[in-house]
């Protein structure tokens, strides 16, 4: 080739290159940009329509060298016009309620002046949940009817349960309360399980007399920031029993005997008549009314047992009752004569204003409950002088006007008292006639009631933190509680893990340090001291902010749970295996002994047959089958020595030494011979021999039942049962001496070895 030849030559396949390059360059349109075969895109359930998805990563320029379009047409996106942004066209919907959960569709690329296929690009978009669907109670309202007497803590209904669309996860965990009607936690009612158990719990007693009946709000909230709820209402009937004593209308009477008292008589009982009813409204037991017996001045008077009225049952002398007296009354219940109230009944003459005034005792010492209503009477504050209307009773130290006392002597609750603002009231109650004065202390100690359940200052809690907090043990962070009842103490406790510890000061600190997730999601429940005790809790999330895969990983590989599958499965196959062996191991041994015996059993069979002269050869290759067992033996050789093999072998068998038997005189080979000791003889033939044979002939030794050996098996019948084709056979051989007419005689030397059959 010459010289220019090469420089065209070299041109050219430069070209073919470029436009190889060329080609390969303008087929990349169409394909993905990361040299992927689809795309993905993740897009929030509450995206609006006309949400921008994202753009597609594909080579080329649909303004120029390529063409976009969506295969399917029902697909809720658009690809704008000239570019690769995918638009929202409909709804989405996590849930699947209100648009698609899930989008597939598939993208047609086409290049432009090319007649290639359109090439397909699978696009997935997948939706994320956010917190759109708040929880419904599956029923409600609710009421229900609860006996007074129940106990607090006791369960007054189950199975209420609600349900929230939201998928799986902390946007669909549920969390009950009861609420008053000012919302705040009921006092009354509350949620078990720390308000995740649809199981309602009476927190205090309830009384039919104060409150026969009252609403409870509901509510069911997730755990989203902020939490949905749902409320709905729950009212409770209190059912009666009978557990109150009756009550008189005032705590003591008095009356005046008039001039001249004689029998019939009524008396004008203040502050009013006498009357008394069953506390226990819802049951209203009938009463009976009577003085009790144990004064002798109590003969003078009648109490009517239904109206009330005090009259006189005999004339009264001008000498008797000169002194104020004091008759106790008493309301008993007829259907429960252990249900009774007491009340007193002062009666005096008039005229005796000028007896000594004092207070019964110089201190009164009241308790109260906190929660105790107004308009209470406390105590009543007797004096020597009950029956006189023109005593005035003043209370002194009342700072607050918080009491108040009537003209008989009642301490009434004028306002509502708190033991957190003060445990203790120390009054002066003040009585006078216009004349004389009587002074005594009343000390009114106020009882504490838990009124106040604990109180988180926020409603949900989210800390992020480093591992390098983590590691140096420091506190993950800080729950504050408070409770408004004084001397109550608050017990902090962890729910829905076993990774975080809280101690009493509300500070978190992790606990397994090697077992940590991206992010860990518990409650925080708050319990106080008081009588009943109440609790409260809070959502807690901490959330790590280097998280690492092979810290993940590490964590997933110390998981004790699945370090004891994983032991109790490696000890399962080892059980296995060793089985296994054992069992191979038995089979071999047992095979062994097996054919140790069987050996054993043929060499005492045969070491006892007498055709077995000498040792036995080989017993090692015996072989064992269906219906023949066979040992080779080796035989001595069989002579006729007195009449020679012409004329036939002696009737009985010669067993000769092979090492020193010749019947030549020469040094020949030792004669054996093949038998079949199980060869039943049939009849007796003279043998054939055919004189001047030449070369060697195949001859099976038999035995007839003379013990005679015989060359021709014609004779003979074969045992069905048994094998007679001999292991090996004995040669007629031409003996190496002649006769005197130099003919040669055929001379019996056999070299077989002796076969047995069983």
Sequence with gaps: MTPWRKIVFKFWILGIFANINSSAKADSRCFLVNGGSSVSFFVSE??????????????GDPRRDIVLRLREPTAPIRIESNS????????????????????????????????EPSIAIPVTIRVSDVNDNKPVWLDGPFSINVSEQTLPGSTIMT????????????????????????????????????GFEGRLVLSRPLDYESMPQFNVTLRVSDHGTPPLYSDTNLQVAVIDSDDLNPRFEYVSYSALLPTNPGIGMVLDVEPGPI????????????????????????AFFRLDEKSGRVTLTRDIPDDQLNQPI????????????????????????????????HFVQSEFQ??????APLGTILFTALTSRPADRNLKFILQGDQHNLFQVGPMGQLFLRKSIDYEQYQKHILKILVTDGFQNATSQVVIQVLNVNDWGPRFRQAFYEFNISMDTMDRGQSVGQIEVADGDLDDKISLEIKNTNLIRIDDNGRLFVKNKTVVKREIMFLVVAKDTGDPPREAFVPVVIRLTN??????????????????????????????????????????????????????????????????????????????????RSMNITSPVLVNASHGFNNGFNNGLTPLDPTQHNPDGGGGRPKSVTWSPKVIQKQKVNPIIRPGAVGSI???????????????????????????TPLETFSMSPSHGSNSTGTKTDTLQSTSSLTLYF
């Design 547 to 628: 998280f690492t895969p092979e810290e993940n990983r590490l964590a997933g590989e110390f998981d004790p749970l699945k370090i004891a599958l994983i032991s109790s499965l490696a000890l399962v196959l080892l059980a296995i295996v060793v089985g296994i062996l054992v069992y191979f191991g038995y089979c071999r041994k047992r095979r062994k002994i097996q054919s140790e015996n069987f050996q054993k059993r043929i060499f005492e069979r045969n070491i006892n047959n007498p055709l077995a002269l000498h040792k036995l050869v080989q017993p090692g290759s015996l072989r064992r089958s269906n219906k023949i």
């Design 698 to 724: 195949r001859v099976t030794a038999l035995t007839s039942s003379s013990g005679s050996m015989s060359c021709n098996s014609n004779g003979y019948e074969i045992d069905p049962d048994t094998s007679v």
């Design 84 to 115: 690769k942004n995918l638009t929202l066209t409909r709804k989405l919907d996590k849930e699947g309620v209100d648009g698609p959960s899930t989008v597939s569709f598939t993208v047609l690329c086409d290049k432009r002046h090319n007649n």
């Design 366 to 371: 009241i308790s109260v409950p906190e929660n």
């Design 326 to 357: 004091t008759l106790v009354l008493k309301a008993e219940q007829l259907d429960n004569p252990d249900r009774y109230a007491i009340s007193t009944l002062n009666i005096g003459k008039t005229g005796t204003h000028t007896a000594p005034l």
């Design 46 to 59: 509450d995206a609006p329509i006309g949400f921008n998805l994202g753009t597609l990563e594909i080579q």
């Design 275 to 298: 009357r008394a009813v069953d506390q226990d409204t819802g049951i209203n037991a009938p009463l009976k009314l009577f003085i009790s017996e144990g004064r002798p001045e109590a």
């Design 159 to 194: 199975g209420l349960k609600a349900i929230d669309m939201d998928q799986h996860g902390p946007y669909s965990t549920l969390t009950f309360s009861a609420l008053d009607t000012h919302g705040r936690p009921s006092p009354l009612v509350g949620f078990g399980g720390g």
